[in-house]
């Protein structure tokens, strides 16, 4: 099934009279229950992609599908019952939490917000999923500034899967972790692929971690999709110029 498309995309900034086209008529395929690798160096686009899938920024042009449904023109208000279901975890952890408030707080807001669980039972079920991530319930107690950069990465984790979401977008979210962390985040995402079919759209400049984490991956160059596919024909069988000297730059690390 289908769960997430695009057609013909687009987004451009202007800046000081150039024009600069972050995304460029992008047409994707996302299929349900499956994780997508969208690989890319820094400044190919992938993070206005992201945001524009998620109506997080106006596309200049093109139309996004969720669930079939054209959600291109949906407004704020229209975009309620799907906001639960499509989240997106970015790099930058401490941009995700807002620093006056303790974590706990800003959790337990979202979860009591969609009523994901009954209000006597939010603070239980946050403390069973800190512990999935291996997180000490103490750290609801405690400030953004108090953590270290991956235990907040694992907290922002904690809120966007509390919500139950079909689709998730993960940007960039384990290129500043440790590698035994970046290894659990990502079993992590498989086990709830598998378990909750959820669809993942992995963003990330470095194709061995993709080969690690995704069924299928796709080439942003420029701000357009230069190649898709699976994996294993995108490491193994690249048929792009740009893919191959991707691949050819990371050779050093075993994929
Ligand atoms: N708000 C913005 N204003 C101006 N230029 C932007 C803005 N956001 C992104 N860009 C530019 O668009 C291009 C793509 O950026 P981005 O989507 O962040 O790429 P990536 O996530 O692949 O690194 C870059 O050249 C970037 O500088
Ligand atoms: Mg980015």
Redesign the pocket.
């Known amino acids: 099934m289908e769960k997430v498309k695009t057609k013909n995309l687009k987004k451009y ?3 000081w009279g150039k024009v ?1 086209k ?2 460029d008529g992008v047409d994707i395929s996302i299929n349900g229950g499956e994780i997508y690798a969208l690989i ?12 524009l899938i998620l109506k997080l920024l106006e596309p200049d042009e093109g139309e996004i599908f969720f669930d079939g449904v054209n959600i291109t023109n949906f407004t704020k208000e229209m975009m309620r019952p799907f906001r639960r279901k499509m989240q997106m975890i970015f790099q930058d952890p401490y941009t995700t939490f807002n620093p006056i408030y303790k974590i706990g707080t800003q959790i337990f807001e979202v979860v009591k917000f969609h009523k994901v669980v009954e209000s006597s039972m939010v603070e239980d079920y946050v403390v069973q999923l800190m512990r999935i991530l291996t997180l000490h319930p103490d750290i609801l107690r405690k400030y953004p500034f108090q953590l270290s950069g991956g235990q907040l990465q694992r907290c922002a984790i904690v809120r966007a899967i509390s919500l139950q979401p079909e689709f998730l977008i993960c ?2 979210i384990v290129s500043a972790l440790d590698v035994s962390i970046q290894v659990q985040i990502i079993e992590l995402l498989k086990v709830l692929k598998n378990e909750f079919n959820l669809t993942v759209l992995f ?1 990330t ?1 470095d194709i061995g971690v993709a080969k690690r984490i995704a069924d299928k991956a796709m080439v ?1 160059w420029a ?1 357009k999709i230069v190649e898709s596919g699976s994996i294993e024909k995108i490491c193994y069988e690249p048929e792009h110029e740009y893919t191959k000297k991707l691949i050819n730059s990371v050779l050093s690390i075993k994929i």
Do not use: P
Request: charge should be negative; hydrophobic fraction near 35%; proline fraction near 0%.
């Open positions: 900034f202007y800046v600069i972050a995304v890319g160096e820094s400044g190919s686009g992938k993070s206005t992609l992201g945001k940007d960039e963003i400049h942003m701000g």
